[in-house]
């Protein structure tokens, strides 16, 4: 029995965007030396995307953290909902999502790319 590939995308509903976080921060290397090596973080959006912020933010766990906040608005169809026997219609509508993406306090040079090709040498092709 051979089970199916489940894309990590699966778990939202409608279209999902991949947006890939280049970063460089300062790593140890061998012989005690410390160098600016470059970092890529893989994030999915699954709607469209509004602005994006640094600095220091409060994660939905409440720890403070350094990082990019990305807020994007995420559009709800209309359902009909059913309650203690009551049935009501829901209209469609526009959800504002927050998601805090945590880099260290020394990373420059942030960029976001849309492309995993923008980003190949950084980012491990597991796939």
């Known amino acids: 029995m051979t089970l199916k590939y489940r894309?990590?995308?699966?778990?939202?509903r409608g279209?999902?965007?991949t947006?890939?976080?280049y970063y460089e921060s300062r790593d140890r290397v061998r012989g005690g030396k410390v160098r600016w090596k470059p970092h890529v973080k893989r994030v999915y959006v699954s709607g469209t995307v509004e602005r994006v912020?640094?600095?220091t933010?409060?994660?939905r766990y409440g720890r403070r953290v350094?990082?990019?906040?990305?807020?994007?608005?995420?559009p709800r169809r209309a359902f009909t909902a059913?309650?203690?026997?009551?049935?009501y219609k829901v209209r469609r509508a526009t959800v504002e999502v927050t998601k805090i993406v945590e880099?260290?306090?020394d990373a420059r040079n942030v960029r976001i790319h849309t492309k995993k090709s923008e980003v190949e040498p950084t980012l491990m092709n597991i796939l």
């Open 7 to 12: 894309p990590t995308t699966a778990k939202y």
């Open 15 to 17: 279209k999902t965007k």
């Open 19 to 21: 947006l890939y976080i």
């Open 53 to 55: 912020e640094r600095g």
């Open 57 to 59: 933010f409060t994660n």
């Open 66 to 74: 350094h990082g990019l906040k990305i807020v994007y608005e995420n």
């Open 82 to 87: 059913h309650r203690r026997g009551k049935r």
């Open 103 to 105: 880099l260290p306090s």
